[in-house]
DNA sequence: ACAGAGTTGCCATGGCAACAACCG
DNA sequence: CGGTTGTTGCCATGGCAACTCTGT
């Protein structure tokens, strides 16, 4: 359906820039661009499929009130949520924030007010990205498992048109081209659409991360990120998830592709979070064990009827595969015994010390998870810079549960 | 105009909470509230009209396509920016941030979107709050100063709204109602709406932090604290301004009341901060003075024709009084010079650390201009405590200007 | 029924890049 | 004309509170 037009350089490229520390108000401002040389990348166009597990969807259409949600809920909620992302030709992205209450909006370029925002269409269980306005979800399959039920999103017409969106401005085609297409390859060869799973942001750049650095790429930050990665796989839905008090920024309707290297390391390194896991925790992905209704073990999907037991559990996986996470594979540290406060540090100020060192641990976990040994490193100086000898008094942070003392020391001793 | 239905608490209260320290995982959750006893506080209606300074307003209006910004580009700009705002019952409110692009969208729970967007209508000069949905905006009055440009937002009906909207749960009027009700007591006696003129969000938080404070209130965070003055003040836009890299979040649509305290502390403190700065800084208020047709010295307000200097001047020094920030009045700290790095930092280290103590130092100006005293001690500990000794290394932050070498010493020696 | 947990809406802030205006 | 600066859109993350769901 997609004609075969590669991004090939000229004339469009994305302009997400190599990141340059210019934050501060000093005046000089040197933009240090790697000069990578010219290489016309061939972007790749058909992604295989393969294990799609048919999480299921559903669409509610409204006279015009329409709501494209993957998970629509069923009860009287105030429906904010609703979750809209036009399908435009790139750049205007609906986020959770901002979006409609109760009442319509969204709107593309091109003005389909009219129509309630999103037009839709049922094709056989198939998600389709035709390039122009209209978004098209497939209806599930309750059939037995490894059913066709997305992918090839971001075919090259996506991508042209995300690469001319992103850009908008026209004659600028130098090595950021290429460097783009390395990352759209990348991104090609690793991820795909898929409903119902969902990916941790900060796994997703993590590895977009240890990508750059193997290849010895310039990356952008976080957000330019998620525009480049908004604008291939377009209806992308933001979601929070986690533990209460832990909950993360998920991209939800992507997840790695099934032959990617990454799913391997990914999957190696889960196991060694797993089995430093206390046993209370691992029992948390317990009750998600008796099946069913629910496929994927996570609020949204509403009704699912005739799901097998077999393909609730391998959704589970997929989905656990996807989500397991630094925040999930530490244990809660507890609360802080303290006999004696020292100066005017209050309680406050020790949780406050909890938590950045938690987060600090979290933040070493996943670099290891994802191998990237050499980020430890400098997780170690962003932490403890501000902080050369001790943690700023005598105090030390006991941690009640008993495996879990100086947790980091297990991935440094 | 309004009618003066108190606020008169039982039945209708804001949940926003008291700031429970309750972002760890812990479990156990305390709800600690300070009983305060339930006076019920009648909510003053009329707000004085004075010192009106006619920041022009103007208004744009298309067929289908409503800008209602204070501050229209001229340009081919792609417009994304509108700011429309839902003047609806409350809580929807259409920040920057996710906007539509180019084609109309917000809504409010009525649904107006039939009509744009936003209802227009010009009345003489005077900015008034009809307590059901549409806007008005007055247009920019061309003569001498202190005409009646604006007032009268925030009637005691809009305010029920805004507490029932917050609220939108019903039976528990507690002693929320009259902590809630003593915020909006202090936030109508000390703001206004205003065309043309914007708060830095901090300073006003700030403020409120400090009239916490000083009635041993509990406050609530900045985000809370922005969901309550967005429910008051209704109409108000985001803006980020401020230096290049040093853009600060404003609510644009806002001004200390003239006869405010706040007023007075402000321009005492900007004095004092004004006598700290050296030359260089102070010039750079200059070049507003060479009035023009611009009024206000900011991008915004487009084409304004017939104003007279007196005016200028005068929504110049409204602007400046509520926009002199603590980001502004530090003079920039100019680079590093550093012989030789110790250990393995580098460069972008230094520079961290540096863009950390401008902000520290920024903070410490912030309530020194705000007379909050009580938290320097805090905003020290804040900044020190992971550095208990020297900052890192044997390196100093040398500054190249002259006057500004250990800016906050002024305030503490 | 109540308490705890997960999810999400609304608000906050911040970085990058694009754009416009301005200045030399 | 190019470089600099202010402003803003789009993306990111995070806190609080409301809501639902689930387990006791």
């Keep these: 359906m997609q004609t075969s037009e590669t991004g090939s350089d000229t004339g469009s490229t994305v302009t997400l820039q190599t990141s340059v520390a210019s934050q501060a108000a000093v005046p000089t401002q040197v933009v240090q661009q790697v000069p990578v040389q010219q290489q016309v990348q061939q972007v790749q166009t058909v992604q295989q499929v393969q294990h799609v597990y048919p999480a299921q969807v559903q669409y509610v259409e409204g006279s015009d009130t329409v709501y494209t949600n993957g998970a629509i809920r069923t009860t009287t909620y105030p429906y904010t949520e609703t979750q809209m992302y036009s399908q435009n030709t790139g750049g205007n992205y609906f986020d959770t924030q ?122 952008v930050n976080a957000a330019s990120f998620g525009k480049l990665i908004r604008s291939i796989f377009m209806g992308l839905r933001t979601r929070r998830l986690g533990t209460r008090g832990n909950s993360k920024y998920h991209y939800y309707g992507i997840r790695v592709k099934p032959d990617s290297p990454l799913n391997r390391l990914q999957e190696d390194m889960q196991y060694m979070a797993m089995r430093q896991q206390p046993m209370q925790q691992k029992q948390r992905y317990k009750p998600m064990q008796k099946v069913d209704g629910v496929a994927d073990g996570f609020t949204g999907s509403g009704q699912q009827t005739g799901t097998s037991v077999e393909q609730t559990v391998i959704a589970q996986s997929q989905h656990h595969q996807q989500f397991l996470d630094a925040s999930r594979a530490l ?32 933040a070493i976990l996943d670099v290891v998870v994802n191998l990237q040994f050499s980020l430890i490193e400098k997780l170690w100086q962003t932490f403890w810079r501000y902080s050369p000898s001790t943690p700023t008094d005598g105090t030390t942070i006991t941690e009640s549960r008993s495996e879990s003392t100086s947790f980091p020391i297990h991935f440094h001793g």
Tied chains: 1, 2.
């Design 98 to 219: 901002g979006s409609s209450a109760q009442v319509t909006t969204v709107v593309s370029s091109h003005s389909m007010v009219g129509t309630g925002g999103i037009q839709m269409g049922v094709t056989g269980g198939q998600l389709i990205s035709s390039s122009g306005g209209t978004y098209l979800i497939g209806n599930s399959m309750e059939n037995s498992g490894h059913s066709v039920t997305h992918t090839t999103r971001a075919s090259p017409a996506t991508i042209e048109m995300a690469i001319e969106t992103l850009q908008k401005s026209d004659g600028l085609s130098t090595h950021r081209s290429s460097l783009l297409n390395s990352h759209l390859q990348w991104l090609l060869d690793n991820y795909e659409t898929a409903e119902g799973v969902s990916l941790p942001r900060s796994t997703l750049y993590n590895h977009y991360l240890r990508h750059c650095q193997e290849h010895k790429l310039d990356p």
């Design 331 to 362: 244990p809660e540290f507890g609360e802080v015994e303290i006999s004696s406060l020292p100066d005017g540090t209050t309680f406050e100020d020790i949780k406050s010390l909890q938590s950045l060192y938690r987060e600090h641990c979290e």
